[in-house]
């Protein structure tokens, strides 16, 4: 009998994308006889266990998809009760990276023009694909994305576009062709009217969505984000379109393909999301504003350049699990081809925590705290001491402030390296000029005084230590 295949084995490099619902990191799968590659890696928060089941639900999906403009799902793998997703990896980034860098650098127009329709053009051909898939039986599914957005389509440096993150998608003949009540599922700046109106999802909404996904690369400028969420559903709703070439007269041959994909009613569509594409590609092809995969390969480098290279040093340095990637802010919750190693919990609290916070040494701190504290408490200790023997020597014989300084001991008894303070030096009446002379004449009192002498270790204990006593937290 043959023996049961592995389980695959993966390490996450660095994350580079995390989002709402899921996080996505770059990685290294590995197999047998040295085999190795680098995927994407996706897997859903912890905290949210009911949107666990999207990543199933994902997997069943794209696993029917084989198309060169739709990321495939390599494998699936379980940890614990969690289903982890192994994805191609898109070397290059997404459109929202793209529009960001291109409007900070300020690249010429045509050229942005070409490369931006290229790329909708392979978005609508991977977006058709998805809505004609069939079951094992041959039977069209129905599929409909319902986020389609410019986060969710990458670019890589082969210049091809790749629509991905199919975790919301429905299959309409599969479940109800509505979404539950009172749910919007997707960003509701890329939904169409009726999606909003009336909750129903299908090709037609997802192609009103990569209108305007078309509408605002080619613009430059957001369609119908408002400066709130109402406000922003208010505007879809309406559905009033900006001319782009009034702003744009280059943009003029583009302008009827959009509209019409953009049309308020969806029977005013093109007929599918393929013929949405190949009506632009004609367009663009006479005005000569398609650029071929080649041009848009070397934009994605000249753009995205610096942000590719880190992920490749992050892929150099395999076997270094906590590297990390910046990741732009347009591309924070929009890349949904590669992220793994959700944030790390803390098992006594069940809460996320921050990876470099619950990596940080905390022993250091603490040791410092104890201490700190133990000093004090010996400084204290001290004091206190050093006030109790203020104070016994205020209650014994001859201690009074008229008492002169003829009733210490001599002072050649004490070495004079280790000779103490008097304590009643500190009294007014030892500094009187007076004093020392009935000292002088006044011998008697001495041989009486005799019993003090006991007292003479108490220099030991200064009342200012010139060391603490040991620490018995430190033992």
Do not use: C
């Amino acid at each position: 009998m043959n023996a049961p295949v592995s389980s695959t084995k993966y390490e996450t490099l660095a994350i580079i994308g995390q989002g709402g619902m899921a996080t996505v990191a770059l990685g290294r799968m590995r197999g047998a006889a040295g085999f190795s590659r680098l995927v994407a890696i996706k897997r859903a928060h912890v905290h949210l266990h009911d949107e666990a089941a999207s990543i199933q639900h994902e997997a069943a999906i794209v696993a029917r998809l084989h198309h060169p403009n739709i990321v495939r799902v390599l494998d699936v793998v379980e940890e614990g009760a969690e289903l982890v997703l192994l994805l191609d990896y898109v070397e290059g980034g997404s459109l929202s990276d793209l529009v960001q860098r291109v409007a900070n650098v300020g690249l010429e127009a045509r050229t942005r023009t070409r490369a931006f329709v290229r790329i909708l053009v392979d978005v609508a051909a991977g977006l058709d694909a998805a809505h004609r898939v069939t079951d094992d039986e041959g039977r069209k599914l129905g599929l409909v994305h319902r986020d389609v957005s410019p986060s969710n389509v990458l670019v890589g440096i082969d210049g091809i576009a790749r629509l991905t993150d199919f975790g919301i998608a429905k299959a309409l003949e599969a479940a109800h062709d509505r979404t539950a009540t009172g749910r919007l599922k997707g960003k509701i700046a890329y939904m169409a009217p009726e999606y909003v109106e009336s909750h129903r999802a299908d090709a037609y909404s997802d192609q009103f969505s990569l209108g305007i996904v078309a509408w605002e690369a080619l613009a430059g400028t957001r369609l119908f984000r408002g400066p709130t969420e109402i406000e922003t559903l208010k505007r879809v709703a309406a559905a009033r379109i900006p001319s782009l070439s009034e702003a744009r007269p280059e943009l003029a041959p583009l302008e009827p393909v959009i509209l019409r994909a953009l049309a308020r009613l969806p029977s005013d569509r093109h007929a599918s999301a393929q013929d949405f594409g190949a009506a632009l590609e004609a367009a663009a092809r006479k005005a000569d504003l398609l650029a071929p995969h080649a041009e848009v390969a070397r934009l994605v480098e000249t753009l995205l350049g610096d942000e590719i290279e880190r992920r490749r040093a992050a892929a150099r340095g395999a076997g270094k699990p906590s590297a990390s990637v910046d990741v732009p802010a347009a591309a924070r919750d929009l890349i949904p081809t590669g992220s793994l190693g959700a944030p790390p919990r803390d098992d006594r609290s069940g809460t996320e925590t921050d990876p470099t916070v619950v990596s940080m040494p905390h022993s250091r701190p603490i040791r410092r705290s104890l201490i700190g504290a133990a000093i004090a408490f010996a400084a204290l200790l001290a004091v206190i001491v050093g006030v109790l023997r203020l104070r016994g020597a205020d209650d014994a014989p001859g201690s009074s402030a008229g008492s002169s300084s003829a009733d210490a001991p001599p002072t050649e008894d004490v070495p004079p390296a280790t000779e103490p303070v008097s304590e009643s030096a500190s009294e007014p009446g030892a500094t009187e000029p007076s004093t020392p002379e009935p000292a002088a004449s006044a011998p008697a009192p001495g041989p009486r005084r005799r019993p003090r002498k006991p007292r003479a270790p108490a220099p030991s204990s200064s009342l200012v230590p010139n060391k603490a006593p040991p620490n018995p937290y430190l033992r």
